[in-house]
T-cell receptor, first 115, second 113 residues
């Protein structure tokens, strides 16, 4: 069964540094998402992406965050200047159609640690 | 805005016992409802979903859930659990379309032999 793959599985960075989290969604999917889970807290929506543009973003997704689909296969999340509170597990997801009709498929996540 | 409450953060049960994981949601409009499972060191995997139709929904691994509109609940059940069911379970809702999933805080299910 096709999978969403995320790399790296664990990223450690210093405060103020830029990080790029990478995801390869399922190949025929059209909708892409990033979620995050701070340790001990809920899984939170960050952003959804469709037709090469952001379709919705949360309050968390401020100017420090950006997403890109640079080559038709990868879907990246960039944090420009990391803060301690960005430490979390970041999940990428994709779906083949509008949610509900085609549920989200999640990757295994990237654990980001900001020191 | 939608919200999801999972009333139990941890549920310990003995192997082969039945289990119910509770989920309540709030929304002023119709929603789609989901249960996801997260095994250790893995991503979120869809267990089952409710979109419309029959209120009793069957999912993978012997799990089922019942949508109760009057009680705004979507509790997850399994009649007999196995050690392999040890995981974190998340209830989630969405309005559909490309709308965001709103998750509950999760319930850690621990199966004791």
């Amino acid at each position: 069964e096709p999978e969403v793959t995320q790399t790296p599985s664990h990223q450690v960075t210093q405060m103020g540094q830029e990080v790029i989290l990478r995801c390869v969604p399922i190949s025929n999917h059209l909708y892409f998402y990033w979620y995050r889970q701070i340790l001990g807290q809920k899984v939170e929506f960050l952003v959804s992406f469709y037709n090469n543009e952001i379709s919705e973003k949360s309050e968390i997704f401020d100017d420090q965050f950006s997403v890109e689909r640079p080559d038709g296969s990868n879907f990246t999340l960039k944090i420009r200047s990391t803060k301690l509170e960005d430490s979390a597990m970041y999940f990428c997801a994709s779906s083949g159609a509008e949610q509900g009709v085609s549920p989200l498929h999640f990757g295994n996540g990237t654990r980001l640690t900001v020191t | 805005a939608q919200s999801v409450t999972q009333l139990d953060s941890q549920v310990p049960v003995f192997e082969e016992a039945p289990v119910e994981l509770r989920c309540n949601y709030s929304s002023s409009v119709s929603v789609y409802l989901f249960w996801y499972v997260q095994y250790p060191n893995q991503g979120l995997q869809l267990l089952l979903k409710y979109l419309s139709g029959s209120t009793l929904v069957k999912g993978i691994n012997g799990f089922e859930a019942e949508f109760n509109k009057s009680q705004t609940s979507f509790h997850l059940r399994k009649p007999s659990v196995h050690i392999s069911d040890t995981a974190e379970y998340f209830c989630a809702v969405t309005l559909g379309g490309a709308q965001k999933l709103v998750f509950g805080q999760g319930t850690r299910l621990t199966i004791n032999p």
